[in-house]
């Protein structure tokens, strides 16, 4: 987001219309700034136990990283999170899938 030519962070923006806990976050916009944006909420203190979040196209648009992050998560205890995968829209043959996480 930009603000008077500045960056502003996803939480800060959230924070500004007066957002203090997320219950389910969606993440479909720009897929390199998936992993930031979720760390940016994240130690922001936006995201609670109990919180959701769904990570739209991580394989389609090769998200590896997200993936990665949210798996060493599941390891350590952190969040439970799965791969629903499905055909890429309007497409009978392209996979893609999101990664749903509590």
Do not use: C, P, W
Request: charged share 30%; net charge negative.
């Amino acid at each position: 987001m930009k603000e008077n030519g500045n960056e502003e962070s996803l939480s800060a923006a959230l924070k500004d219309v007066g957002v203090t806990e997320i219950d389910f976050l969606l993440l479909d916009h720009a897929k390199h700034l998936y992993l930031s944006d979720l760390n940016d909420v994240e130690s922001s203190g936006l995201l609670k136990a109990g919180s959701r979040v769904a990570a739209d196209n991580v394989i389609f648009n090769k998200l590896d990283s997200y993936r990665a992050h949210m798996r060493q998560m599941e390891r350590r205890g952190i969040v439970e999170t799965r791969l629903d995968e499905m055909n890429l829209e309007y497409s009978s043959n392209l996979k893609d899938g999101i990664e749903m996480s509590v």
